[in-house]
């Protein structure tokens, strides 16, 4: 039984923002059922693939996306030759749902005058720039929405003004951070609707989304404390912090504090070349000739250590240090075995594989991978046999 049990949920979405979101609320409970054109939804020809061969169920990235959900294959599509009961079936699905997740531009299977004919639906509707942005920006892809967005110019910190702008972590950053948004929303939204029998739509802009997370580097230009610039280390922190090799991969330092320096300076044994610092030189003198002597001590201490046992020891002194986990080194995490993070499911085509769930633990309504994602069209039967019966 799960918080959401009860809550029937409409997907519609095609691309990794929507469907995020939507197993962000079959995790919950929901029923969610993505509604899925002939050939399926474009994340299934997306990889990772199994084995590296792609192929029909074998994307690693569908198969996340949509645990606990239910397919059902409709042509949505305005054709002479469409099938009659398509549109009866979607128009009774949306008649019994408490929302509807979507994510095109155009939403082009839906009634234009949907909110009309269903007052009572929650209609979340994600979209790079969100409603009323001209036409072509909605051609955007995730990598023009970390871009225009802000993120991909200071983010990862500290890389050298020489190169590019990256994009962030992972392909897909800004649809995550876009789907969590979305659910939170149509959260707030099904709770407002349970109280007043009404719903609303949500529009979503996913660059207003990032810009939502620039935090400290937006508030230090709004404070005056920066200038906008073209140098790629202008927004960054200007200490010490950074990544640093290691004996068994990297480790990552951030130190703003005299605590901070004193802790560490004790983590190293108090090395001859630490006197040579204030001790509150992080807060008054943080200097990049300060800032560069540091890393040259520090680097070829770092190099002689193991990140896991290190970082272990310098968080019990106070230090802000931490290793750079692989995806490997995530499965094999105390602290994630601990709190069942990863569970156990069996996929008719990956097989069994752990999959990621969720970061909060619900004391009554635990979140439960109980089904895999689906393949196309597998509820088909039960829906429309739903329908026949209404």
Not at 34 to 41: I, N, Q, S, T, V
Not at 259 to 270: I, Q, R, Y
Not at 279 to 296: G, K, S
Not at 350 to 377: D, F, H, I, N
């Amino acid at each position: 039984m799960g918080a959401l049990n009860g809550t029937l949920i409409v997907e519609t979405a095609e691309r990794v923002c929507g469907e995020y979101c939507g197993k962000l609320l079959a995790d919950f409970g929901a029923e969610v059922i993505k509604l899925e054109r002939p050939g399926g939804a474009p994340t299934r020809q997306m990889g990772p693939f199994m084995d590296s061969i792609a192929g029909p169920e074998r994307s690693a990235l569908f198969a996340y996306l949509n645990t606990n959900k239910k397919s059902v294959m409709l042509d949505l599509a305005e054709a002479a030759d469409q099938p009659v009961l398509e549109r009866p079936v979607l128009e009774r699905l949306l008649a019994r749902a408490d929302a509807l997740i979507d994510d095109h531009a155009e939403p082009l299977t839906l009634p234009a005058d949907l909110a009309e004919r269903h007052p009572r639906l929650v209609h979340c509707l994600i979209t790079p720039f969100g409603q009323g942005a001209p036409a072509e920006w909605q051609q955007a892809r995730s990598i023009n929405v970390i871009n225009a967005g802000g993120w991909a110019y200071h983010t990862p910190s500290e890389t050298t003004p020489d190169k590019p702008p990256l994009k962030g972590a992972g392909r897909f950053l800004s649809d995550y951070e876009a789907g969590i948004d979305a659910a939170l929303a149509t959260l707030a939204s099904l709770y407002r609707q349970r109280r007043t029998g009404s719903g609303q739509f949500i529009d979503i802009s996913e660059v207003q989304v990032q810009v939502n997370r620039v935090d400290c580097v937006l508030g230090r230009m709004l404070a005056g404390e920066a200038e906008p610039g073209p140098e790629r280390t202008r927004y960054d922190m200007g200490g010490p912090a950074t990544s640093f090799a290691c004996k068994d991969g990297f480790l990552y330092l951030f130190m703003t504090t005299r605590a901070h320096w004193a802790a560490l300076v004790e983590l190293m044994g108090e090395p001859e070349w630490t006197k040579s610092f204030p001790d509150d030189w992080l807060e008054f003198h943080c200097t990049p000739d300060h800032v560069a002597e540091f890393r040259r001590h520090f680097a070829p201490w770092a190099a002689e250590q193991e990140k896991v046992p290190i970082s272990e020891a310098g968080q019990k002194l106070g230090v802000a240090i931490v290793p750079v986990n692989t995806a490997a080194d995530l499965l094999l995490s105390e602290q994630f075995i601990q709190r069942g993070f990863f569970q156990r499911l069996s996929h008719p085509v990956l097989g069994q594989g752990l999959y990621p769930t969720v970061p909060y633990k619900l004391s009554r309504t635990p979140v439960e991978l109980a089904t895999p994602a689906p393949a196309l069209g597998q509820h088909n039967a039960e829906i429309k046999a739903d329908h026949a019966a209404a």
